[in-house]
T-cell receptor, first 114, second 110 residues
Framework: NAGVMQNPRHLVRRRGQEARLRCSPM?????VYWYRQLPEEGLKFMVY????????ESGMPKERFSAEFPKEGPSILRIQQVVRGDSAAYFC????????????FGEGSRLTVL | TQLLEQSPQFLSIQEGENLTVYCNSS?????LQWYRQEPGEGPVLLVT?????EVKKLKRLTFQFGDARKDSSLHITAAQPGDTGLYLC??????????FGTGTRLKVLA
């Protein structure tokens, strides 16, 4: 059973470009979380999704950021018109349901904005 | 959103020493987890504690959940270089929201 797969692992963008980060949860997992991590810091919650639904996006900036988890295919975190402050590691985590308690993390996507 | 403060933020010790990492909040969580993260990787779950006062042991690691379910500690006995990493506590808010702490970066020197 493959783990949570994130791609790309590293992404370089210039200011004003778009960044798309993909996350394929573990097989059978219908809950997906996105977190952002700055160097030497903990993880900051961004958004929680279930298949085709955004449940909680309270940690995501209202502008330029969006997330989706379609019926088919990976979850996508999209950042439009990137700025230098968007440079960070973005981690995706999945869980099978709300009762198991464990989050399974991918290896992260590291975005660098020049 | 509740905040979780971890202390110390950085810790560098010699192999064989003992250490304790703290995770504190002013609010109550339904459960609390500890994760370890190594460079270039995602966090991996170490333990979940649910009941106030609960103590769990995982080999040389001992985890405790405060009686009021607001704080937790992680104690490592006889630390080894393989214990090096970023330790993160995470409080579960409600049924689905995992709030991560500020992190403790541990380095164990051989």
């Amino acid at each position: 059973n493959a783990g949570v797969m994130q791609n790309p692992r590293h992404l370089v963008r210039r200011r004003g470009q778009e960044a798309r980060l993909r996350c394929s949860p573990m097989k059978g997992h219908s809950h997906v979380y996105w977190y952002r991590q700055l160097p030497e810091e903990g993880l900051k919650f961004m958004v929680y999704l279930q298949k085709e639904n955004i449940i909680d996006e309270s940690g995501m900036p209202k502008e330029r950021f969006s997330a989706e988890f379609p019926k088919e295919g990976p979850s996508i975190l999209r950042i439009q018109q990137v700025v230098r402050g968007d440079s960070a590691a973005y981690f995706c985590a999945s869980s099978p349901d709300l009762n198991t308690g464990e989050l399974f993390f991918g290896e992260g996507s590291r975005l660098t904005v020049l | 959103t509740q905040l979780l403060e971890q202390s110390p933020q950085f810790l560098s010790i010699q192999e064989g020493e003992n250490l304790t990492v703290y995770c504190n909040s002013s609010s109550v969580f339904s459960s609390l987890q500890w994760y370890r993260q190594e460079p270039g990787e995602g966090p991996v779950l170490l333990v979940t504690v649910v009941t106030g006062g609960e103590v769990k042991k995982l080999k040389r690691l001992t985890f405790q959940f405060g009686d009021a379910r607001k704080d937790s500690s992680l104690h490592i006995t006889a630390a080894q270089p393989g214990d090096t990493g970023l330790y993160l506590c995470a409080g579960v808010e409600g049924t689905y929201k995992y709030i991560f702490g500020t992190g403790t970066r541990l380095k164990v020197l051989a």
